[in-house]
């Protein structure tokens, strides 16, 4: 119950997050449309992504909590005071690296802009310039966003999981109030206040942070850097992990920049677009999980309690099968009427909507695997083995190229994401593998018994809305209440029809339902 809570209050802010997240695209959808605009601030926000979640979701806080973990619980007593200590040390090496790799980063935009976007696809240097403008625009974020990841790092190892989960949020509500009060009828001007908006956002969420670490009572002195043993031990862990972490994000520069140099203008939008959407039961789900499991399962072994980590990973596991499968069929199967509600206005065409939704379908094959991720790779980082990862990450990649140059132009926007979900797939087979092999990992009776019956309901659900999703596409296409209304009527219908389904099958119990209601009257009694 307290990996639900925990797992629960950061699911709950992410999900804030990402609901912001859908009323910005939307808006973005509606300002800008899906075109040489929306492409060229989407290439310019792929690199601050990829870094948002490399450092502030995976490589950073993969290899910092546990070791900040270890001085918080050593038996000398001296406990948190030896953990800021380290956090300390930590950031005096940290800052100068970000400093330097900012500036030759904006030094180097247009090397980089051409990375990312394959020179784009027959655009004039007018153009690329335009693009390699707002890379440079949004190149801050990525010092700004690695700070947030420490002191994010620090509040969940002292288990105030809240105040880092809600730092997002920020990064939407700018990005919001950019295109409301400074959108253009020119979507060039729209996409560049964007692009500042990026930047701004992170310094907004240092801010908060900051704020959250002193009323924790965590005040970091600056010092002198210095390669002590354990900075050096950190830093051999970030970079193997970086790369594990950062599968997914990696595979989705490789797709974008691929769709940016080989298909038609609006392609790059149609994938981020379905991408955000495929984002939002990975936000809720699989980052909740992640975060929660990797402290846990740290503090578990280090206190020599085996079992209760294989405990943990198992019953994460089973929550992540609970929440995605059906996350999964409805977006497989639904996906049009789902996109059109959300974006298919303003300059974002029924036809941008519908390619949307194809590229939807592509990347929902692999949300099992996307939120699975999150959850087996905590029994690696939490014995600070991030090498294993690393390796199987290198695969998955492979594949996920080989699957882009061979699917991306016969499915054209649909290629890209397709290569990602197996990549990924491959990927969860591999981590899954191991633990097992290593005797890390085996699924008890409870997780055996109730994964395939969870297939089942979530296959019965998406039969049901897939037969019924003609009722509502009359009412995608109207005023923003009614759209709301017939989406909330989808997901209402759908959590119905997957309940029923789980108690039908006996994939969840009265009796399980009976002990969460205990549980929960005795945590409020409390």
């Given amino acids: 119950m307290n990996l639900v809570r925990a797992a629960g209050t950061i699911g709950g802010l992410t999900l804030a997050?990402?609901?912001?997240g859908l009323v910005r695209d939307s808006l973005f959808a509606r300002f800008i449309g899906a075109g040489f605009a929306s492409d060229a601030f989407l290439i310019a926000f792929r690199l601050p992504n990829m870094f948002r979640a490399l450092?502030?979701?995976g490589a950073f806080s993969s290899a910092f909590i546990p070791?900040?973990?270890?001085?918080?619980?050593?038996?000398?007593?001296?406990?948190?005071?030896?953990?800021?200590?380290?956090?300390?040390?930590?950031?005096?090496?940290?800052?100068?690296?970000?400093?330097?790799?900012?500036?030759?980063?904006?030094?180097?935009?247009?090397?980089?802009?051409?990375?990312?976007?394959?020179?784009?696809?027959?655009v004039s240097?007018?153009?690329?310039a335009f693009a390699v403008m707002l890379s440079r625009y949004t190149i801050p974020y990525l010092m700004l966003i690695s700070l947030v990841s420490l002191l994010g790092g620090i509040l969940n190892s002292m288990q105030r999981f809240w105040a880092n989960a809600a730092a997002p949020i920020l990064l939407n509500l700018t990005l919001i109030a950019?295109?409301?009060?400074f959108h253009s009828a020119d979507p060039l001007i729209t996409a560049r206040n964007q692009a500042i908006g990026v930047s701004v956002s992170g310094a907004l969420q240092l801010l908060w942070l900051a704020w959250a670490c002193r009323n924790a009572g965590v005040r970091l002195r600056p010092r002198w850097p210095r390669f002590?043993?354990?900075?050096?031990?950190?830093?051999?862990?970030?970079?193997?992990?970086?790369?594990?972490?950062?599968?997914v994000q990696i595979n989705l520069v490789v797709s974008t920049a691929l769709a940016a140099s080989l298909l038609a203008h609006g392609s790059v939008t149609y994938i981020y677009m379905a991408d955000r959407l495929n984002q939002l039961p990975l936000g809720l789900i699989g980052i909740g999980l992640g975060t929660v499991l990797l402290p846990t399962i740290s503090r578990q072994l280090g206190g020599g309690d085996a079992v209760a980590a294989m405990d943990t990973q198992n019953r994460g596991m089973e929550l992540a099968l609970l929440l995605t499968l059906p996350a999964t069929a409805a977006l497989v199967l639904c996906g049009e009427p789902i996109a059109a509600a959300l974006f298919g206005y303003g300059r974002f065409t029924p036809q941008d909507a519908h390619f949307t939704a194809q590229a939807l379908a592509a990347f929902s094959i692999g949300l099992p695997s996307y939120i699975l991720v999150k959850v087996l790779t905590p029994g690696f980082y939490a014995r600070q083995d991030t090498k294993t990862p690393v390796r199987y990450a290198v695969i998955s990649m492979a594949i996920n190229l080989i699957g882009n140059l061979v699917l991306i132009v016969p499915l054209q926007h649909m290629g890209p994401p397709l290569a990602t979900a197996l990549a990924s797939t491959v990927n969860v087979a591999l981590l899954y593998r191991t633990l097992v092999a290593r005797g890390h990992f085996a699924a008890d009776a409870q997780l055996r018994r109730r994964a395939p019956r969870l297939l089942l309901a979530a296959l019965a659900m998406g039969a049901v809305l897939w037969l019924g999703q003609g009722l509502l596409t009359p009412y995608v296409h109207g005023t923003w209440f009614i759209r709301f209304a017939a989406l909330l009527a989808?997901?209402?219908?759908?959590?119905?029809?997957?309940g029923?389904?789980?108690?039908?099958?006996?994939?969840?119990?009265?009796?399980?339902?009976?002990?969460?209601v205990r549980r929960r009257s005795k945590i409020n009694d409390e």
């Fill in 17 to 20: 997050s990402r609901i912001l």
């Fill in 55 to 57: 450092f502030a979701e």
């Fill in 178 to 181: 950019a295109l409301l009060g």
């Fill in 228 to 247: 002590n043993p354990e900075v050096k031990r950190l830093l051999a862990l970030i970079w193997p992990a970086a790369a594990g972490a950062g599968a």
């Fill in 67 to 122: 070791m900040f973990n270890q001085k918080v619980a050593a038996p000398d007593g001296r406990g948190l005071p030896d953990g800021i200590t380290f956090a300390e040390q930590a950031l005096a090496v940290l800052l100068p690296v970000l400093l330097v790799m900012t500036v030759l980063l904006e030094v180097f935009a247009w090397p980089v802009t051409l990375l990312l976007s394959g020179s784009f696809n027959g």
């Fill in 500 to 516: 029923l389904f789980a108690f039908i099958t006996g994939a969840f119990s009265r009796s399980d339902l009976r002990l969460l």
């Fill in 490 to 498: 989808l997901v209402s219908a759908g959590v119905l029809v997957y």
């Fill in 125 to 128: 240097e007018e153009q690329f």
